[in-house]
């Protein structure tokens, strides 16, 4: 079993920063893909960044929405992945949730709200 948890959401005016956590725990052996996502309300879980270790490089893919705003690093031996939000805008408001793919099952945790105020 794989335990993921977030932490570092919170309120935050427009134009600021926020930085997301997400550990996995539990029966890992090696994680392929980590990603998050972000849920608004009334609109469907969307992809925000992801990345993908292989050959020991990492690489991240981001939504248009985010590039150039938004950084996602991952420790790989801390199960960890951060996001890095800047230059927030109000429409980036939503639960954020992390995804952590081990051989080829994913674990969701339970989220961490974002909130930008204008």
């Known amino acids: 079993q794989v335990q993921v948890v977030e932490s570092g959401g919170g309120l935050v005016q427009a134009g600021g920063s926020l930085r997301l956590s997400c550990v996995a725990s539990?029966?890992?052996?090696?994680?392929?893909?980590m990603r998050w996502y972000r849920q608004a309300p009334g609109r469907q879980r969307e992809l925000v960044a992801a990345s993908v270790s292989a050959r020991n490089t990492d690489y991240a893919h981001y939504a248009d929405s985010v590039k150039g705003r938004f950084t996602i690093s991952r420790d790989n031996a801390k199960n960890t992945v951060i996001l890095r939000m800047n230059s927030l805008k109000p429409e980036d408001t939503g639960v954020y949730y992390c995804?952590?793919?081990?051989?080829?099952?994913?674990?969701w945790g339970q989220g961490t709200q974002v909130t930008v105020s204008s």
């Open positions: 539990g029966r890992i052996d090696s994680i392929s893909f």
């Open positions: 995804n952590i793919e081990v051989y080829g099952t994913g674990y």
